[in-house]
């Protein structure tokens, strides 16, 4: 223990008399180990936004499309597709026990006019339980009724961002605009979603399924079926309901393929989220490469720093000390050289992730365990490079070291 | 291409008691550094047998030369080689540093003995660039004395320093040698060699004379002498 303190003590001083020549050679580890921090920090921290803003979609939902999915093998003909109808919907509503909204949904992209102003924007078909199923909330006016669905009303619902295009600082409910020709009443904006992954969720209008499907597309086919089960732990089951009803609905015999595709919110969580992790990944790696190079640096400074003591590695030979002794007091230094660059870096990390938080719009989580690491291969890399050059140290023969000018 | 094999050193029968003052003469190239190397332990001579302190010592490891250098052993070096940037109290505990055999239950009680030996308890935080040139030399004397050794060797320790200084460190080397301490020294001046109490003469690797001096200079009178050189002419 003694003799452990003794060598720190030894490794500070001589770190501490060439303060600015450590501090050159630490940058490499220091900027080595903050960058991997930093780097995994902005990696996760998108993961975790990714992650926030699928969730910040809905509620427990579900979403059934019509087709079969790829998994089912080779993919059947145009002929066997087999669209959705409002039928559909109603199966489902009518009979599932586990689910807390169902909504038929219609999308069309259309130039929507008001006045002088004109947008090109999303619209969606859908029915009341749609608001419930991605919780929307409402600024100004009312959602839509179940009235209004039934009588095709012409009313609409949009989003902040078509709000801010077509009326600016105008109170829009109330107004006429005109979708594709067909005038439709606006009774209501939609508080503010943001962005996310699946793009500007303020950039849309709601109106009712029917109205959309049946005065605006003139079709018979919605697109998909929206859903919400009541509880997050029902969402396997629901899932499983929600297929025995479709069968039905779609009179497929058993061993007959699904005609649909039932997609839950982590199945696109998880699609979203191995991409950033792969990404998270590859930035780790290339910030380690610098890591190694930090070493190379150490590595290298250590050698000058042999050659330069090489007198005072003499010394230390005349009076006594063994090899061990030579090579532990510069292996010691090397790694209490890279360790305290590994300590600045990761310091620095903490204060350049906490700042890319708080004025970027990058997200960053800082994970205890990667710091861990950092710190670790930090000091792996001190006893990894500091080896060779200690090694020479040590091996010198005390009279040549005494004699060197 | 071969090496040649030059012997440093041949047929030297050399036996020093303990309590000598042996100063070693030649002109360079007779051999005196490789000696001294070889008794000092910094190197292992290719044939030939070496006892110390009762000890044979030529079949022993590298591990086992290193603690007899720090358990027996005291150098002083002509170029000082101190520890830069260390102070001379940390100088001096330097030996004590690798005590493996834990002779000295406090190492700093131990070097501030030593310095205080030397006449340097004053100048204990003082940097080697702090210090003259017959101070450092003290402060290397003090880290000889410091681990209690055996024997002193001295490699031409006043080379680097003035007349006066030279015999102040001679001074001190006598009162040491007074207290018991046998101490082998190169010098390449015939005044300051009779210092010692006895001298051998190097020449081509061989010891060419061996002279045991009846008495011997004092450093002490000879200082005073050379300070104020007007009382010899008064006493004369």
């Known amino acids: 223990m003694k003799r452990l303190t003794n060598l720190l003590k030894v490794a500070f001083k001589s770190i501490l008399k060439n303060r ?36 910040s979609l809905g509620t427990n939902m579900i979403m059934v499309i019509p087709g079969a999915s790829s998994r089912g093998g080779a993919s059947r003909g145009a002929g066997s597709y087999n669209r959705f109808t409002f039928d559909d919907t109603e199966a489902i509503r009518e009979n599932a026990t586990l689910l807390a909204g169902v909504s038929s949904v219609v999308r069309a992209v259309a130039q929507v006019i008001y006045g002088s102003s004109n947008w090109n924007t999303q619209i969606y078909g859908v029915d009341t339980d749609y608001f419930l199923i991605r919780n929307y909330e409402i600024t100004f006016g009312d959602f839509f009724t179940e009235r209004d669905v039934l009588s095709r009303k012409k009313v609409a619902l949009i989003g902040q961002t078509v709000a801010d295009e077509l009326f600016g600082d105008i109170d829009p409910t109330g107004e006429l605009i005109r979708i594709r020709n067909t005038p439709f009443t606006v009774i209501g904006v939609l508080k503010e979603k943001g962005q996310t992954v699946m793009g500007n969720q303020d950039d849309l209008i709601l109106a009712p ?48 393929d699904d005609d649909f595709t039932i997609r839950t919110q982590d199945e696109i969580t998880d699609a979203a989220s191995q991409t950033s992790q792969t ?34 590695i003499g010394i230390r030979l005349s009076v006594g ?16 050289l890279s360790l305290i660059g590994g300590i600045i870096g990761i310091l620095l990390a903490i204060g350049l992730s906490i700042l890319l938080n708080n004025f970027t719009d990058l997200r960053t989580v800082l994970n205890p365990l990667v710091i861990l690491m950092a710190f670790s291969f930090s000091g792996a890399v001190g006893i990894f490079f500091g080896y060779y050059p200690a090694r020479k140290a040590a091996t010198l023969n005390p009279i040549d070291a005494l004699r060197y000018e | 291409m071969g090496t040649i094999n030059v012997h440093a050193l041949r047929d030297v029968d050399l036996s020093v008691q303990t309590g000598e003052f042996l100063a070693v003469m030649g002109p360079s190239g007779s051999g005196k550094s490789t000696l001294m190397n070889l008794l000092g332990c910094l190197d292992q001579p290719s044939s030939g047998d070496y006892y110390l302190d009762g000890k044979y010592v030529n079949t022993m490891s590298a591990d086992e030369y290193a603690d007899i250098r720090n358990q027996k052993i005291g150098f002083v070096f002509q170029g000082f080689n101190l520890l830069p940037r260390t102070t001379a109290l940390e100088n001096v505990e330097l030996p004590l540093f690798y005590d493996r055999q834990s002779r000295f239950k406090n190492p700093r009680e131990s070097a501030l003995k030593a310095l205080d030996r030397v006449g340097l308890s004053d100048r204990l935080d003082h940097i080697p660039n702090q210090l003259s ?13 410091v681990n209690e050794p055996a024997i002193i060797f001295a490699d031409e320790p006043t080379g680097n320093l003035d007349s006066r200084t030279s015999m102040e460190i001679f001074s001190l080397f006598q009162e040491l040698n ?50 104020r050189p007007e009382t010899e002419e008064i006493v004369a």
Do not use: W
């Open chain 1, 321 to 336: 000390a063994r090899t061990r002794d030579i090579l532990t007091q510069f292996l010691s230094e090397a790694i209490v």
């Open chain 1, 209 to 256: 399924s029917t109205t959309v499907l049946y005065r605006l597309k003139g079709s018979q086919f919605i697109d998909m079926i929206s859903i919400s089960a009541a509880d997050e732990d029902y969402i396997e089951a629901a899932q499983t309901e929600i297929s025995s009803l479709l069968r039905e609905a779609h009179r497929l015999n058993p061993g007959e």
């Open chain 2, 178 to 227: 007074d207290d018991g301490i046998t101490i082998v020294m190169v010098t390449h001046e015939r005044d300051f060699a009779f210092y010692a109490k006895r001298i051998i003469e190097m020449h081509d690797g061989q010891i060419s004379q061996d002279i045991i001096i009846s008495k011997r200079r004092n450093a002490n009178v000879d200082l005073a002498r050379y300070l």
């Open chain 1, 20 to 55: 600015m020549r450590s501090l050159l050679t630490s940058l490499g580890i220091i900027i080595g180990v903050c960058a991997v921090i930093v780097m995994i920090a902005v990696g996760q921290g998108s993961q975790a936004q990714i992650e926030e803003s699928i969730a």
């Open chain 2, 133 to 145: 040139g017959g101070q450092q030399q003290r402060v290397a004397i003090a880290r000889a004395l």
């Open chain 1, 279 to 312: 990404m998270t990944l590859l930035l780790g790696a290339v910030a380690g490469v610098s890591l190694i190079v930090g070493g190379i640096g150490i590595m290298n400074i250590m050698l000058v720093s042999v050659t330069e003591r090489t007198r005072e």
